[in-house]
């Protein structure tokens, strides 16, 4: 069975500042993973995700994650982060290959950006 | 146009009731979702239909019915409304699922937002 581990479950920061929200999974198996995120009162939408190759993930609104086999982390990164940053941050896991195509979500971080 | 669009947006109601929560989208995918948000912002799938076939039952309790007229379509029916059913529901959409993975980006609904008093 597949877990995922959002280390912060918020993580306050300055605008323009950087940021990095921790995601460490745990699957038997190779995983694909995923970084969505959830805008006040609306759905979730994606921001990027790792499926192969290199290991540096770059996503919208400025984002990247690394893959980090040994470390089994996805951490996402943002150099300068803005007021409309804010929001929920869900890192989501699931199975390569085979016939498991459940995503395991994490249990979110509140990214809050002051001025 | 609304990608994934759900109905109600709020549900207010007794325990004991009997509700729905409708589902559509027009994105032209084959698979669609529901997932259970509680008040911790803890997100589970519920259920998964491919091409109006169930493919992901969680351990959900059988008073949660998923139905799928048509690939567009994913209702949510829950009977006998316990306090713990209040969450917000979330309907959301993607491509098949397949092995690559290529596809697996998932469209979300606003989110139904339940609750049982």
């Known amino acids: 069975a597949q877990s995922v581990t959002q280390l912060d479950s918020q993580v306050p920061v300055f605008e323009e500042a950087p940021v990095e929200l921790r995601c460490n999974y745990s699957s038997s198996v190779s995983v694909y993973l995923f970084w969505y995120v959830q805008y006040p009162n609306q759905g979730l939408q994606l921001l990027l995700k790792?499926?192969?190759?290199?290991?540096l993930v770059k996503g919208i609104n400025g984002f990247e994650a690394e893959f980090n086999k040994s470390q089994t982390s996805f951490h996402l990164r943002k150099p300068s982060v803005h007021i409309s940053d804010t929001a929920e941050y869900f890192c989501?896991?699931?199975?390569?290959?085979?016939?498991?195509?459940?995503?395991?979500f994490g249990k979110g971080t509140l990214l809050t950006v002051n001025p | 146009d609304t990608a994934v669009s759900q109905t109600p947006k709020y549900l207010v109601t007794q325990m004991g009731n009997d509700k729905s929560i409708k589902c559509e989208q027009n994105l032209g995918h084959d698979t669609m979702y529901w997932y259970k948000q509680d008040s911790k912002k803890f997100l589970k799938i519920m259920f998964s239909y491919n091409n109006k076939e169930l493919i992901i039952n969680e351990t959900v309790p059988n008073r949660f019915s998923p139905k799928s007229p048509d690939k567009a379509h994913l209702n949510l029916h829950i009977n006998s409304l316990e306090l713990g059913d209040s969450a917000v529901y979330f309907c959301?959409?993607?491509?098949?699922?397949?092995?690559?993975?290529?596809?697996?980006?998932?469209?979300f609904g606003p989110g139904t937002r339940l609750t049982v008093l």
């Open positions: 989501a896991v699931r199975d390569s290959g085979g016939s498991n195509y459940k995503l395991t």
């Open positions: 790792y499926l192969s190759g290199s290991t």
């Open positions: 959301a959409s993607s491509q098949a699922p397949t092995a690559s993975g290529l596809f697996d980006e998932q469209f």
